[in-house]
């Protein structure tokens, strides 16, 4: 082994105590950061696979400007053709037509203003959970069934249930007056405040029919097998449009901007407390650092008069730190690591995530997920940190005179 | 040429208002295989004057040549490569680095100094041998007397054949049998390997080792015998 190498470990252990604490400190709040990190992220995912799965997708292709005005006259022409070349070219099969309309839903008492969605009962499944989640009923099975499907709060609110029938008014792609009539054929609880109280599906050829959308449709939904598929397929997509059509594909964080806020925001209130750590530990090796120069005040100038330059000194100390961090960083990820994978078959709650929970249909309970990432992201941080913190110590021997230094005791 | 040059050296400290003249128009010559004691009571200037011509300090005035090179205007760097390759340093007393064992202690300076990993091996070995330290090569400083710390430091000192040892006080700490090996040790190396020594000293026993004797009083020499000759 290096004599540097060798000096600075025998350094480290001139104060076991001093060392070790160093050391704890590090390996407490990688510990920490390994495991939240993990959490967090697991979380995340979760959260947006189950979010887009209710509906959304995670590409759509639409009329420009239909995402933010949804004007029915907004439309993707040939959308069935489209639809079947995006499945061909793609291999993609969870791909589907979608349409949507503005429309006032009666019953006997009462009257709500919902947006009807035609969806294709042979895709639609596909593309999202809302089928699955019919809990009364059944979700249409042919395209041109007179048929309604609505959310459990909308069903509560104009007081029906299955079997009973609603009256539709709006107006079609054309601007004229639509009118139709639908039996409630079943009835979903996604659990998701929004879908559950304002939104209704019929079959596909009924609403095409009933709004008069000819061979048009307002959206193209796609799913693709991982999140980090998405801007692959976006582009593949892209490159399959018609040519000379102004259509757009969009990606799930432009359908929903909300989400990627979010968890934006929990991530940064989440830095912020990670950053806070960091200092902290950062502060604790400075001192201990700081410290352990001015002990070796004596030695340091004995060794400059026999040449060696501060700069050399300096990278001692750096390299002193360097190994407590690295001790901190594999201790740290091992024990993160330990607690990680223990909550990952055991769970994990804490009060107030049930909140967010709720807000994205997530389980209150959640399995961490150790990556390779999650382990180390925290910790490399810390140990940047670190080193960072030491500079100061180490750079301070510059101000060191040899003769000063040794008449210290 | 000569090993070590000093001209018209002033240093001037001040300790609270008073202007302490720790140089006073120093000049001194010192032939190369010299082996030179200052002798001064505690306060007459042999530090001052040893870490002038060492390089650890600048003089206020005066000028400072070691082995044919001016040094007193050379830069912080410069001065520090001049010590590493030029001059072996022993001081009075802790003087090694405390968790490194004798051998490694030399190899440490040799490894600064850009030495192959056998190149040290072999010279820490020979050179622990010769300073009698055989044998005791893996033990800590606190693991050895004071002597044997001292002969490690000696070892430190002139493992890389410099042409000028400064040792200051270097028998401070030890007994006067340690002593008259220690000055032994020096007598020998400067007449084996022509090292030149300067050895700042108030103990008389030291002294009668020199071939030559300066004698300073508040910073001014002011004898200056030529021992041989006697
Ligand atoms: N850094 C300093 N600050 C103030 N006075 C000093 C300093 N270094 C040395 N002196 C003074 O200079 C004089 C000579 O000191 P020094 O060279 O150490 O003498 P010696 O080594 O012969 O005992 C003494 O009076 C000492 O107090
Ligand atoms: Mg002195």
Redesign the pocket.
């Known amino acids: 082994m290096n004599i540097t190498l060798r000096l600075a470990w025998r350094n480290l252990w001139r104060q076991p105590r001093r060392t070790w604490l160093t050391i704890g400190a590090m390996v407490f709040s990688n510990a920490l950061l390994v495991f939240m990190i993990s959490l967090q992220f697991g979380m995340y995912d979760l959260m947006i696979d189950n979010t887009l799965q209710a509906f959304t997708g995670h590409i759509q292709v639409q009329a420009p400007g239909y995402k933010d005005d949804l004007k029915m006259r907004q439309v993707v022409p040939a959308v069935n053709a489209l639809a079947s070349d995006i499945r061909r070219e793609t291999g993609l099969d969870r791909v589907a037509v979608r349409s949507a309309a503005f429309a006032l839903v009666s019953s006997e008492d009462r009257s709500y203003g919902v947006q009807v969605f035609g969806a294709d009962p042979q895709h639609e499944a596909q593309v999202s959970s809302l089928p699955g989640l019919v809990r009364d009923g059944r979700f249409p099975t042919d395209a041109n069934a007179q048929e309604i499907v609505i959310g459990a709060v909308l069903a509560r609110n104009l007081r029906v249930s299955v079997g009973d029938e609603l009256t539709l008014l709006g107006s079609g792609r054309d601007g004229s007056f639509a009118a139709a009539v639908a039996t409630i054929s079943g009835i979903f609880d996604s659990g998701i405040a929004d879908l559950d109280r304002n939104i209704a599906e019929v079959p596909l050829g009924f609403f095409n029919d009933v709004f008069y959308m000819e061979d048009a449709g307002h959206a193209i939904v796609v799913v693709t097998p991982n999140l980090d598929d998405v801007e692959a397929y976006r582009s593949r997509i892209e490159s399959l449009l018609p040519v000379g059509s102004n259509l757009v594909v969009h990606d799930w964080n432009a359908l929903q901007p909300g989400l990627k806020q979010a968890i934006q925001a929990d991530l940064s209130s989440a830095f912020f407390m990670y950053g806070v750590l960091v200092v902290l530990v950062a502060f604790s090796v400075m001192n201990t650092q700081l410290m352990s120069v001015l002990e070796r005040t004596h030695e340091f100038g004995i060794v400059m008069s026999l040449g060696l330059t501060p700069g050399r000194l300096g990278r001692l100390v750096l390299l002193e730190t360097v190994l407590m961090g690295l001790a901190g960083m594999l201790l740290g990820a091992l024990v993160g690591g330990a607690i990680t994978l223990w909550f990952s078959y055991n769970g994990f709650s804490y009060p107030g995530m049930d909140q967010l929970a709720a807000n994205f249909n997530l389980p209150s309970r959640f399995y961490p997920q150790a990556t390779l990432l999650t382990l180390f992201a925290g910790p490399a941080v810390v140990f940047i940190g670190s080193i960072c913190s030491a500079t100061y110590p180490a750079l301070r021997l510059h101000w060191l005179h040899p ?2 230094a040794m ?1 210290a005791v | 040429m000569s090993a070590v040059r000093c001209i018209d050296l002033c240093k001037t ?3 609270g208002d008073q202007d ?1 003249k ?1 140089l006073d128009h120093v000049s001194l010559e010192i032939a190369a295989k010299g082996f030179v004691c200052l002798s ?1 009571p ?8 040893l870490n002038a011509i060492g390089g650890l300090d600048i003089p206020d005035s005066g000028e400072v040549w070691v082995a044919g090179q001016r040094i007193d205007q050379l830069s912080k760097g410069a001065l520090a490569s001049l010590r590493l390759q030029q001059i072996g340093f022993v001081f009075q007393a802790y003087n090694l680095i405390p968790v490194l064992s004798a051998r490694e202690n030399v190899e440490f300076v040799m490894q600064v100094q850009g030495v192959s990993k056998d190149g040290r091996r072999e010279k820490s070995t020979a050179i622990l041998k010769e300073v009698g330290l055989a044998g005791l090569e893996d033990r800590r400083p606190a693991e050895m007397s004071g002597g044997q710390q001292q002969r490690v430091a000696v070892a430190r000192a002139i493992v890389s054949k410099p042409a000028l040892v400064l040792a ?1 006080e270097p028998t401070a700490n030890l007994d006067s049998k340690t002593s008259d090996e220690l000055m032994e040790l020096f007598v020998e190396l400067n007449e084996h390997h022509g090292t030149t020594f300067v050895i ?1 000293t108030h103990d008389r026993r030291v002294m009668g080792y020199a071939k030559r004797l300066i004698k ?1 009083l508040d ?1 001014r020499i002011v004898d200056d015998i030529n021992q041989r000759a006697a």
Request: glycine residues 20%; aromatic residues 4%; positive net charge.
């Open positions: 003769v000063e008449r | 400290y001040r300790q302490i720790a001064a505690s306060g007459g200037g042999k530090t001052t004057l200051d700042a300073m910073g």
